[in-house]
């Protein structure tokens, strides 16, 4: 009787060393972090060099017509505001949207929002820098219960509205 109880404990231990073992093993055989949390040393050291010691969450996007342009996003925190910093794959800042106020917003998009949209608040409110289109607001808000945003020019005049 005592020998079957060893015996049974003993295949009890071995099954466990072996499962110890395994996931030893399958822990050191884990592929590397994906380049959604990790983007090329490139695109760190500009981040790095523009944001000195902050901490920022990567993404990946695919951009363009067609979905070919590989783009990095940094989310981070500076001066208790969200932004979000878009970089190719070469390092290059292509741009940034930041949080603002709705008191930042220009007066003329206020206005254009408060005659064409009264019944609806603006639910998120970002400054758009494109290194090659300049400087948009874009004005988050909930119509006929869709997402929507609309978008002005640096002096608040409106451009769009599109789906968010």
């Known amino acids: 009787m005592n020998y079957l109880k060893l015996s049974f404990n003993l295949k009890k231990i071995t099954i466990f060393v072996l499962m110890l073992f395994g996931g030893i093993v399958t822990a050191q055989t884990?592929?590397?972090p994906d380049p959604i949390t990790s983007p090329p040393q490139i695109v760190q050291e500009h981040f790095e060099q523009k944001f000195p010691g902050v901490e920022v969450v990567w993404h990946l996007r695919y951009r363009g017509d067609y979905d070919q342009q590989l783009r990095y996003q940094g989310k981070?925190?500076?001066n208790n505001k969200t932004v979000l910093a878009v970089y190719s794959?070469?390092?290059?800042l292509m741009a940034m949207a930041v949080e603002i106020d709705p008191t930042d917003i220009p007066k003329k998009a206020r206005k254009y929002m408060?005659?064409?949209?009264p019944y609806n608040p603006?639910?998120?409110s970002a400054k758009i820098t494109?290194?090659?289109?300049g400087v948009?607001?874009?004005l988050g808000m909930y119509l006929d219960n869709s997402y929507v945003i609309v978008i002005f020019d640096k002096k608040g005049n409106f451009i769009q509205l599109s789906k968010g």
């Not at 494109?130 to 289109?133: A, L, N, R, S």
Request: aromatic share 12%; no cysteine.
């Open 136 to 138: 948009t607001y874009e």
């Open 130 to 133: 494109q290194v090659d289109k």
């Open 30 to 32: 884990l592929p590397q």
């Open 114 to 117: 408060e005659n064409n949209y």
């Open 122 to 124: 603006i639910v998120q």
């Open 89 to 92: 794959q070469i390092g290059e």
């Open 76 to 78: 981070f925190l500076m």
